[in-house]
Nanobody, 127 residues
Framework: QVQLVESGGGLVQAGGSLRLSCAAS????????RAWFRQAPGKEREFVAA????????YYADSVKGRFTISRDVVRNTLYLQMNSLKPEDTAVYYC????????????????????WGQGTQVTVSS
């Protein structure tokens, strides 16, 4: 089992920045990829960004490219999401996810390919 704990959410004005963190514990050696997803009220959970844990290749949703940066600290076993130039439409609960499944490498943006999830952290961007 892998436990994921997010932190760093909050309320920010449009144009502002936030940095989310996701600390992992447990059987983290099995991690193939980790990612951030978000879910706004009344909407489906959507992919935000992902990183291959070994190698560090990154992937982004078009809606956040150039504004968000995903990074990892392998020693601290922590995932980050730096969010700049935030917009009201970025308002959502942000979830950290980890996958131990090799097939996630070909389906990085699919929530079903991630087998561990954090509890989520609320990000609210005011206009």
């Amino acid at each position: 089992q892998v436990q994921l704990v997010e932190s760093g959410g909050g309320l920010v004005q449009a144009g502002g920045s936030l940095r989310l963190s996701c600390a992992a514990s447990g059987r983290t050696f099995s991690t193939v990829a980790r990612a951030w997803f978000r879910q706004a009220p009344g909407k489906e959970r959507e992919f935000v960004a992902a990183v291959r844990w070994s190698g560090g290749s990154t992937y982004y949703a078009d809606s956040v490219k150039g504004r968000f940066t995903i990074s990892r600290d392998v020693v601290r076993n922590t995932l980050y999401l730096q969010m700049n130039s935030l917009k009201p439409e970025d308002t959502a609960v942000y979830y950290c996810a980890a996958s131990s499944l090799i097939r996630v490498l070909t389906s990085t943006t699919e929530p079903g390919e991630y087998d561990y999830w954090g509890q989520g952290t609320q990000v609210t961007v005011s206009s």
